[in-house]
């Protein structure tokens, strides 16, 4: 049997997860929110709608990222013409599509980067640590999500994104884009 990523995964199971954390990407980081609910209701914190509802935005909020890039400081990228091409047209879920084919690609995404990383951590700690269960929901959900997107780096590329290391490339060749 042959493996995969470090030679601990199977490559049909790696296979497997590419397909799913395409389709299911940003069920994974709603995931991660629940995960940090979790924790909260562990630690005796009280589970209110206030919390619930940071909780679901900090885990989405690190993706507000792509839009910024694909109409701003990244907007002359290929990527981006080609996603701003498909959201004029209308073509929302090709759109969609293609960014989750498509979007470790990315390796300019200014608030993906371990600065972004190690800040969070503190303050959602620091909100932990008073006991202040919105603040940490909010800030926890964010750090989950970026962790998850470091672990798909490792697992759909073997290594990080350079934008994790703070060297932002905007460069995309159109030939490595997937049409998806």
Known sequence: MEYGIV???PFSLLSLYKQATVKYHMAFHALGAVMVLSA????????QNSTIAVAIIGSFLPDV?????FYTYGRKS???RKVRKLVARHKFRQAGHFCGVNHKHLHGLYSHNFVSVFLVLFIGVTFLRQANWVGAAFWLAMLLHFLYDIFEDFMLKGKLNSNWWLRFDQSVRAAD???G
């Open 65 to 69: 990222d792509h839009i910024l890039f």
């Open 78 to 80: 290929v990527y981006s």
């Open 177 to 179: 884009l997937k049409e």
């Open 7 to 9: 030679g601990v995964m």
């Open 40 to 47: 909260i209701k562990f630690w005796g914190g009280e589970l």
